[in-house]
């Protein structure tokens, strides 16, 4: 029989790791659980459900940037079809979640909007809903400061607009960073445009979350067949071609304190490093890209960190505690797309020093998020 505990933040944790053995007041040896953060945990507002439909139904361009799998979440989904739970559970942000966290064992979650997020709103409407989004998000967190904290969420194709959410959002509203679903109007950050937002995360010294969303305009033809354009695919494909962007753009040397974590083991990057340092560097040497300060490899380790959302395979997992190095690498659902006991017991399972496994289930989380 499975026992419970009680968890750190107050909630019940079931079958937990633990950091190791402790003496205790006559003697014996106890243990005590280990902290479990997740770090790319979805959530919606009503309002920015009905805004998806409302645009997907009314405008065929706008349609292309609402996944097909989030219309099937909000456009009446079949009663009990895994569409019908994904929906109940994006939309609360009290009992069915923290329930679920409790059963698995989750200390805390840290929430970020959905896709497509606020990014395929015209911009004075996409700045709203970000106010309104994270508004919504900081009441959830005051509800449930033990149990939550979250990335605040801007309208990027509005820099000026959204440099003050982000200011707004981490000195008022206390979020620990932000969330960008990838491209806006088929641009990547690494557009000089957006300047003054990378500038800002810089400054407020809390990172980005480059999370996927299907393949831009001209990338998305070749993923329309075989559901390809989504998690199966396309979206590790694409997050991943706007971090290689970013890395050889330049970005880093003139943002070096600049933080971006990718989910999903790193979107391919881990696999592809040591190709990228030597294409890059011969690309520089025949005078075909501006050369860079440090290798695509000494960025990754030193401007990104990685999380485990959606992947529970301890090769992989081997590949980036090498690529990116321990600290940089965090745990993380997925949820409520993914299984919350599933990752758990993923990390609690891989073959980690006592050290690892604390450093990924929540002190690196709490360093990179400024979580207490």
Sequence with gaps: MRTTRRGFLGGTTAGLAMTGPVVSARGRPNTVPIRKIATEEAFATPALAKAWLEI?????????????????????????????????????????????????????????????????????????????????????????????????????????????????????????????????????????????????????????????????????????DYSMGGSIWGFGVEAGTHAVRLILSGVFDRYPRLRIVLGHMGEALPFWMWRLDHMAARRARD?????????????FRRNFAVTTSGFESPDLLDLVLKSAGNENVMWAVDYPYESSHDAVAFIEGVSLTGAQRASIFHRNAERLFRLK
Excluded: W
């Design 56 to 224: 997907a139904r009314t405008d065929p361009k706008a349609s292309l940037d609402v996944p097909t799998g989030i219309l099937s979440i909000f456009d009446n989904p079949r009663p009990g079809s895994n569409q019908d739970r994904f929906r109940r559970q994006l939309l609360d942000l009290d009992g069915e979640r923290l329930a679920d966290m409790d059963q698995a064992g989750v200390d805390v979650q840290v929430l970020s909007v959905t896709i497509p997020g606020v990014q395929m709103f015209e911009p004075a409407a996409a700045s709203a809903f970000a106010i309104a989004t994270n508004d919504h998000l900081a009441a959830a967190i005051s509800r449930h400061p033990r149990r939550f904290a979250g990335l605040a969420c801007f309208a990027p194709h509005d820099p000026i607009r959204a440099t003050l959410e982000m200011e707004r959002a981490v000195n008022r509203l206390g979020l620990n960073g932000f969330i960008v679903n990838s491209h806006t109007g088929d641009l990547y950050l690494d557009d000089p445009r957006f300047a003054p937002i990378l500038e800002a995360a810089q400054a407020l010294d809390r990172p980005i979350y480059l999370h996927p969303r299907a393949p831009s305009n001209g990338m998305a033809a070749p993923f329309r």
């Design 287 to 299: 005078g075909r890209m501006k050369p860079l300060a440090l290798a695509p490899s000494e960025y």
